[in-house]
């Protein structure tokens, strides 16, 4: 057999799509929760604490994004920090404006305790006069109320999570009960001529003083039926004449009236407004000054011209003695209350301490971790750890949300972890500020048999075809490991065509309820399918001789799909998708509903789509499979199961202790995977596996979905990070994979070998299994221990997954399963991508000698020596227990590349053409309007 010598791929960079992200125009945190100063408020059993909490971003086009922290619980770094794991589509057109998160259930929590994203509740306002409650868990609109005032200009909630409060149109302050999980109009305060523009709450008082509290845990119930221990006082309010007013919560009315600057008689608007735990108000304005007012008296303290333009936006630091403003100019500034060497005078003072360029337009939300809660000075006490760095969110019209380390100035006394591990330095004047992608995932599809480029807007949808390309010889040496030969690999190597290298085939735009969530095009390019959250939408594509494509709507699709869709009371007559997938000859389609999570395997080759099963697997919570109960972790179907016995079955799932592979996992976990699935096959007779599912009206969300080449395996993924596999030959469940701490971010099936599955998670760390054996290979644990740092420690998340399309090119010239890389000529690769990144690494370990360890103290520092042959796992595996990623990172083939940018998809045509799609942020900025800009004399 010949060597295999590595081929050029010509690289195909779309710069055409016209994706357009939307401006991020508000953040929200959920609040902490109030102290009990009782003591007696303890947390439930089976809460888990958090060291950081989800994010949500509302953008201009409706869409809310919900980010989740990707570290464990005991890590307090972690390079992939916020990542998408959810998106609410917005109904359109519609916009968001506000964001607000509220507890639940206050009262289940501790102090201090970060409450999960069932334990909260979601409201936004868009401009009218509807708030909006979203349910988390389905994704969708839970229940709208009317202002009763007009518009809605602003939101806030109390600190005790009871009470919202609406600024709205009409002048009047608005009150709304969220208490015991209610939404209801409480009372209206009185009305004044302006528009309640930005809304906060003063600091809460006690009910009692604090030495009447002589209860203990085991009092009477005369105690514990306490509503709270907290009371609102009064609310402060910014409008648009030129004034901020406080409000009286118990009457209403109007306790005091502030007075901004006016230039020439126009009026100020009031954009922004906060309350600090001492009584302090803070304003900013369109005239750019940011005021800090003495509550008591109402009389300006501090004034301080920081910004050029209106600021919009201030968020207060976790222990109040920061805040950070920003705006139309761009800055985000920063002010500090320092202390003061005066015996007179009082003891502390604000003063503006520093400010950074950290967006390219406007600044339309801040939000800072963990969040400010307004208490009393005298009864506040930080449930944060003191060394680790907040971290402030910022987002506005460049689409980006920017994270910045905000520790304080003092923290340089003591030793601070910078939580996003950008920096060494964690304060907000030294640290780096980190953007994360606007790429919006599934946005792009490719149609590599019809040379397909696909992408979905709000409404509608674009296709464009990519014309073949004549080829150049381009020498490449082909032995792996040299930095130019792979870069040579991966470059473009063809000749400009004479015509056009691409042509737009298809713009549709289509009537929709919401924004359009999801979408796909056949390999063939003959089937589209696209869905907003509440119908699909299937269309026939049709290419006549002069490459001209014609489409035909199939108007029966939702109706088809309706019948096997129970209708739920929420959302009647829902056939909306959530994922995807055609079958690699486009013979089937397997849709996941997005509100009922039901998985339809449809039959495409009939006069009309014909559905052929109904998957129940990823609904139901409890679950009883051979004796042992899975809580929580495993979907299960209600109807009997026709499952193939093949080595064993394995129908239950693993609740591992330790995280699985490579930062996911460790080696313990992986033992107790193996032996568990041992156990499960020596357990198994011929009869089926009874299967008792105990809640099957569970609410998770399938974000995942692969089929195999072959077209006989189906993976699906859900939200809570559990992953079935149903085998499409049969239309049958196959089995289900152990349960993962960190939820997996893409699926791929090896084309090579189509029972291989690929399970890529969103801290970039990799397992893989084998569906058919039902097993995970020795090889496939190689390799998840060998990826480098500057992978799995990359700040970009993994948003796709291809496997080198390797074709043998000799009768016999496969690879074994278990022993890939073992013969000459067979190097393979997968390459992953991201936004800002390709990364290609063998799957083959590659065969040092004593050479590539230049030194005695290189190897005595990675612990061991030269290694060679297959004993190069074990001995790396035997010298670094600890950490063994750095040593196996030393044995394989890798090469990061990072001249695409941003990467919105990537996939391959063939073997010899690659389909890189960007949209550069230069492009995008184009369709924004002009920055702020001020010239100064004398600048440059």
Known sequence: MNKRKETPVSVHRCRFVDYAP????????????????????????????????????????????????????????????????????????????????????????????????????????????????????????????????????????????????????????????????????SRRFDRVKCRMLSIAWGPPTLKKPIQKFTATVDDSSEDDDDDDEWTDSWIVTGGSDSSLRKWDVATGSVMDRMGVDKVRGERTLVWTVGALGDGTIVSGDSLGSVKFWDSRTCTQLYSFQAHGADVLCMTISPDGKQ?????????????????????????????????????????RALAMWPPYSPLPSTTYRSPYPLDIAPILASGG???????????????????????????????????????????????????????????VRDAGVSVWRIHKRRKVDVPADGEGGDDEDMEAVYQKVDEEPAGPAWEK???MDLKIHSNIFAHEISDDGKWLVVSDLYESKLFLLQTDDKGQISIKRIKDFPSILQAQVPNSKAHPNSTGGSVFHFTPDSSKLVLATSLSSYVLVIDLTGEKPRVLRRFDHHRSQDSVVRNRVVTGKIIVSTKPISTPKTNGVVNGDVDMAEPAVNGATGSE????????????????????????????????????????????????????????????????????????????????????????????????????????????????????????????????????????????????????TEKRGEGEGQTRYILFWGSTWLFKIALETTRRTGGFVRSKKRRRDAGTGPVTGSNAVEG?????????????????????????????????????????????LVDVLLTLPPAYFKPKYGAS
């Open 22 to 185: 939307s401006a991020i125009t508000a953040l929200a945190y959920p609040p902490p929760p109030l102290p009990s100063i009782k003591g007696k408020r303890k947390a439930p059993n089976g809460l888990r604490s958090h060291i950081f909490g989800v994010l949500a971003v509302g953008h201009a086009n409706g869409n809310i994004d919900l980010y989740e922290w990707m570290g464990n619980e005991r890590d307090v770094q972690c390079p992939q920090a916020w990542v998408v794991r959810k998106t609410l589509p917005g109904p359109y057109p519609s916009k968001v404006d506000s964001l607000v998160f509220v507890i639940r259930h206050p009262d289940e929590l501790e102090f201090g305790q970060v409450p999960q994203l069932s334990q909260l509740r979601l409201f936004s306002s868009g401009g009218g006069s509807e708030l909006v409650e979203w349910d988390l868990q389905r994704g969708c609109i839970r229940q709208t109320v009317s202002s009763q005032g007009g518009s809605i200009w602003s939101i806030a909630a109390n600190p005790a999570c009871t009470s919202l409060a609406l600024g709205c149109e009409d002048g009047t302050v608005r009150i709304l009960s969220v208490a015991n999980d209610t939404l209801n109009h």
């Open 876 to 920: 790396a595996a035997a010298h670094n227990e600890d950490n063994p990623t750095d040593m196996y990172a030393s044995m394989r083939d890798t090469k990061m590349i990072t001249q695409y940018r941003p990467i919105l998809c990537c996939d391959f045509l063939n073997k010899d053409e690659l389909v890189v799609v960007e949209r550069p």
């Open 669 to 816: 976990s992986e033992e107790e995977v193996e032996s568990v699935i041992d156990e499960d096959k020596t357990s198994s007779s011929d009869d089926e596996d009874e299967i008792v599912s105990s809640d099957p009206t569970a609410t998770v969300s399938i974000d995942q979905m692969v089929i195999s080449t072959d077209g006989q395996w189906l993976a699906t993924s859900d939200n809570q990070a559990r992953t079935h596999i149903f085998n499409l030959d049969s239309i049958s469940h196959h089995t289900i994979l152990p349960s993962f701490p960190t939820p997996i971010q893409t699926l791929s099936f090896d084309p090579q070998h189509p029972s291989v599955l690929l399970l890529v998670f969103a801290n970039n760390t990799i397992q893989i299994y084998d569906v058919e054996s039902r097993h995970f290979p020795a090889w496939g644990k190689d390799l998840a221990y060998s990826l480098p740092k500057k992978f799995t420690s990359n700040h970009e998340v993994v948003l796709g997954v291809m496997w080198d399309p390797y074709v043998p090119t000799e009768p016999g010239d496969t690879m074994d």
């Open 397 to 455: 019209l460049d689409m980006s949300v920017v994270l910045t380390p905000a520790a304080p100035p003092s923290s340089t006394l003591i030793k601070v972890v910078n939580p996003l591990d950008t920096s060494v330095e964690a304060t907000f004047e030294d640290s780096y500020h980190r953007k994360l992608s606007y790429v919006g995932r599934g946005r792009v599809k490719v149609a590599r048999g019809a040379r397909l480029v696909s992408c």
């Open 505 to 507: 085939v298809l713009e």
């Open 323 to 363: 805040l950070y403003t920003a705006g139309v100019d761009q800055k985000t500034v920063q002010f500090s209350c320092v202390k003061t060497s005066s015996s007179s005078g009082p003891s502390s003072a604000w003063t503006q301490t520093t400010s950074k360029r950290m967006h390219s337009h406007d600044v």
